[in-house]
Nanobody, 129 residues
Framework: HVQLVESGGGSVQAGGSLTLSCEHS????????IGWFRQAPGKEREGVAS????????YYADSVKGRFTISQDNAKNMTYLEMNNLKPEDSGIYYC???????????????????????WGQGTQVTVS
């Protein structure tokens, strides 16, 4: 049974920072990529950052490049999303996700990226005011 558990969400003023954590346990069926997705009210759930488990190559949506950093600690089965210079448009529910093995990690960010996901966490709320 695969579990992805997010933590670290909260409320912050514009320009502030938050770091999200994702603990993944159980077999993730050969996935080679863990990503962070964001869903604002009335909008599509979309990938903002992802990282290859082996090699740690990272991918970012244009809207977060230079502000967000994804990282991992494979020994602890943890993936992190450091978010700096937050903007109100960054608000939403953030989900940790494991990509389908058949999808390249690069497909887990940007429009249409949710189809690349095999497993989802329960989500954590981020509010920027």
């Amino acid at each position: 049974h695969v579990q992805l558990v997010e933590s670290g969400g909260g409320s912050v003023q514009a320009g502030g920072s938050l770091t999200l954590s994702c603990e993944h346990s159980g077999s993730i069926d050969g996935t080679n990529c863990i990503g962070w997705f964001r869903q604002a009210p009335g909008k599509e759930r979309e990938g903002v950052a992802s990282i290859m488990i082996l090699g740690a190559t990272t991918y970012y949506a244009d809207s977060v490049k230079g502000r967000f950093t994804i990282s991992q600690d494979n020994a602890k089965n943890m993936t992190y999303l450091e978010m700096n210079n937050l903007k109100p448009e960054d608000s939403g529910i953030y989900y940790c996700a494991a990509a389908r093995p058949s999808f390249p990690c690069s497909s887990t960010v940007g429009p249409g990226s949710r189809r690349a996901v095999n497993y989802w966490g329960q989500g954590t709320q981020v509010t920027v005011s």
